[in-house]
């Protein structure tokens, strides 16, 4: 079967990781991190695109970033990855895909939603004990968005504006909790939208797809959440259709099985 496209709607924030292939590292020293960010600017400037956060870690990349119009993440994606592996592979005299496939992204909604997927970014090093102080950490978004340096790469989000760095820096005391990690992980692996009930109606209104995440082998109440996200209603009539369909495909082949045949 054909992969859908992923959701693309200009002016919506996404939340982007790509991994390299195997999880194998795609940064083996800071200066393929800073080729990687130098292609990251060029990128961003080529396609308009605005980038909100970022980290690079030693086998994957997050970025958060918002595209002017359908579509110009994906070149902006394409142009960046293409460019970075030919003077990757070049530099470490290798052949071959550095990548784990094509990236995954999630629409975020704004407010809330937005700063925890900010938070979520910057905080990769800590959660990987790579350092305790976030913002020493040279290769994110962290000391920008806390103004303890400059960083060309980054455009604000009127969200981040309104809060300012100095409400920022007191966020990152603050650990996302485990409901809020695993509900921004489930939404990225799943490329859905991660929002309000009303955000993800707007886009299923708009996309003519489903973009909640479905639960693993679970029946589905009205009401249901997952991470303090809350599935539409649109969301769980389609889970709650298709849940009857299996039953009742079950229940038909039960009847064939033990109708008499002549």
Request: charged residues 25%; proline residues 6%.
């Amino acid at each position: 079967l054909a992969r859908l496209p992923r959701f693309d709607l200009p002016g919506i924030p996404q939340h982007i990781v790509q991994r390299g292939n195997n999880r194998l590292p795609c940064f083996l020293d800071d200066e393929d991190r800073a080729r990687y960010r130098q292609l990251l600017r060029e990128a961003l400037h080529a396609t308009g695109c605005r980038l909100h956060a970022y980290v690079l870690m030693d086998n994957h990349v997050h970025l958060l970033a918002t595209p002017p119009e359908l579509g110009a993440l994906g070149r902006m994606m394409q142009k960046l990855g293409r460019h970075y592996v030919g003077l990757f592979n070049a530099r470490h005299g290798r052949t071959g895909t550095l990548w784990e496939g094509r990236y995954k992204a999630c629409l975020v909604d704004d407010a809330d939603y937005l700063l925890r997927c900010v938070r979520y970014i910057d905080l990769n090093p800590v959660r990987a004990r790579m350092t305790d102080d976030p913002t020493a950490f040279a290769w994110s978004s962290c000391a920008g968005l806390c103004a303890l340096r400059e960083d060309p790469l980054l455009t604000q989000h009127p969200i981040q504006r309104a809060l300012g760095p100095a409400a920022y820096r007191t966020l990152l005391t603050e650990a996302l909790n485990d409901e809020d990690l695993a509900a921004i992980r489930l939404y990225l692996q799943q490329q859905r939208a991660y929002g309000r009930d009303d955000f993800r109606a707007m886009v299923e209104a708009k996309t003519q797809r489903f973009a909640s995440v479905r639960p693993a082998h679970r029946p589905v109440k009205s009401g249901a959440t997952i991470g303090q996200v809350n599935l539409s209603p649109f969301s769980v009539r389609r889970i709650q259709h298709r849940q009857h369909h299996r039953r009742q495909c079950a229940i038909d082949g039960a009847m064939t099985e033990i109708r008499p045949r002549n």
